[in-house]
């Protein structure tokens, strides 16, 4: 739906005729860029209904063909793709509430509690953003698999990212946001800390921990790396570490592969649809300090 701009109620005629006149210029000039965005969506979708020798023809084919459900078997049989699909599912899906969870508490403790150290706390938690990844990979694998014995099990995957830094950051700057007066009200009311915080802060920053979700189920669902590591075993897989697996040294399936990829992104369209309304509020509202 395209987005009317908004009118003053003291605008004149002219005035409102011209905002509109430059809406339209906007959205015409935006939409070849839109298209170019939806070209490789348009293309992923067409291709995973025709055969592989229809992919690597000279004339490509630009509409749906028949061949969806054979080049689905084919990945079926190839990666075991359903248990794959609900092994990311569930794993995302966890990962986005508990994470959402921890994030908001800390990001609400830094923003409306004082106590000593909590500028330093604060300030060693975002440093944590310097150190690359990669450096925390070996230590991770061996306190995961080793030393907790968690390997192949969907709490390997969901852990060690649980608590992330950029969750905390953005629930710290959408709690700001939240007059302190009104939980000084509720506090001199009698209600207890868990009750203002459930029932009063969390509700007014229901945009931010919208726009929050989209953000950690995206980062889950993509993940890759972590989850090629610590999951072993093809019933553990997640839905990429599963595609990947279709490139081999002397064959690729690419037809399974545009099949897989079409389907997983049907799940996080779900989530982002239903929650857009709320995407673009959470987003500039994070970035708001009161």
């Known amino acids: 739906m395209t987005a009317r701009p908004q009118v003053a109620a003291h605008d004149s005629p002219g005035v409102v005729a011209r905002r509109r006149t430059s809406a339209f210029w906007l959205h015409l000039a935006l939409l070849p860029l839109a298209l170019l965005f939806l070209a490789p969506l348009w293309i992923m979708a067409v291709f995973s209904t025709h055969p592989e020798t229809a992919i690597f023809s000279p004339n490509p084919p630009l509409w749906?063909?028949?061949?969806?459900?054979?080049?689905?078997?084919?990945?079926?049989?190839?990666?075991?793709?359903?248990?794959?699909?609900?092994?990311?599912?569930?794993?995302?899906?966890?990962?986005?509430?508990?994470?959402?969870?921890?994030?908001?508490?800390?990001?609400?403790?830094?923003?409306?509690?004082?106590?000593?150290?909590?500028?330093?706390?604060?300030?060693?938690?975002?440093?944590?953003?310097?150190?690359?990844?990669?450096?925390?990979?070996?230590?991770?694998?061996?306190?995961?698999?080793?030393?907790?014995?968690?390997?192949?099990?969907?709490?390997?995957?969901?852990?060690?990212?649980?608590?992330?830094?950029?969750?905390?950051?953005?629930?710290?700057?959408?709690?700001?946001?939240?007059?302190?007066?009104?939980?000084?009200?509720?506090?001199?009311?009698?209600?207890?800390?868990?009750?203002?915080?459930?029932?009063?802060?969390?509700?007014?920053?229901?945009?931010?921990?919208?726009?929050?979700?989209?953000?950690?189920?995206?980062?889950?669902?993509?993940?890759?790396?972590?989850?090629?590591i610590v999951l072993t075993q093809k019933d553990s897989y997640t839905m990429p570490v599963a595609l990947g697996t279709l490139v081999g040294l002397t064959r690729v399936s690419w037809g399974g592969i545009m099949v897989g990829t079409a389907i997983a992104t049907i799940p996080f369209l779900a989530l982002f649809l239903s929650l857009q309304r709320h995407f673009v509020a959470g987003i500039a509202g994070g970035a708001v300090k009161d």
């Open 64 to 228: 749906f063909g028949g061949a969806f459900l054979e080049n689905f078997r084919g990945l079926q049989a190839d990666t075991n793709f359903i248990r794959t699909l609900f092994n990311s599912t569930a794993i995302a899906t966890l990962y986005t509430v508990f994470s959402m969870l921890l994030t908001s508490m800390g990001g609400y403790a830094f923003a409306k509690f004082d106590f000593p150290g909590k500028n330093w706390l604060f300030g060693l938690i975002l440093a944590t953003l310097t150190i690359p990844a990669f450096v925390t990979i070996i230590p991770q694998f061996i306190l995961v698999a080793r030393d907790l014995k968690l390997s192949n099990t969907y709490w390997a995957v969901i852990l060690p990212t649980l608590a992330n830094t950029i969750g905390i950051f953005y629930m710290r700057q959408a709690f700001q946001t939240v007059p302190s007066d009104l939980l000084n009200a509720a506090r001199i009311d009698g209600a207890s800390e868990g009750r203002i915080f459930w029932q009063i802060a969390l509700p007014i920053v229901r945009p931010a921990l919208a726009a929050l979700a989209i953000l950690l189920f995206l980062a889950s669902w993509n993940d890759y790396l972590w989850p090629l």
